[in-house]
């Protein structure tokens, strides 16, 4: 995410939102759901800003998940 952000690439922005919106989906996790389908959503008029900050809020919305993904195998 931060990678195609930073080279401005809308397309693998997308497609990352995409599979974490159906990752999403399979988890029940709806505010991450919910986040990556903003993502997917974004458009050419979209700015950077924008941008970046629906990649923050999804990353937000991911780490809950990924901790407790973390916990559980620990």
Known sequence: L?????????????QLAH????SAALL???PLQEA????ERADETTTPTE???????????LQPLL???HTKVS
Request: net charge positive.
């Open 36 to 39: 990556a389908q903003a993502l």
């Open 28 to 30: 029940a996790a709806q």
């Open 51 to 61: 941008l970046e900050s629906l990649v923050y809020h999804l990353l937000k919305q």
């Open 67 to 69: 901790e407790q993904t």
């Open 2 to 14: 931060h990678q195609a952000l930073v080279k401005d690439d809308r397309h693998q922005l997308q």
């Open 19 to 22: 599979k974490l919106k159906g």
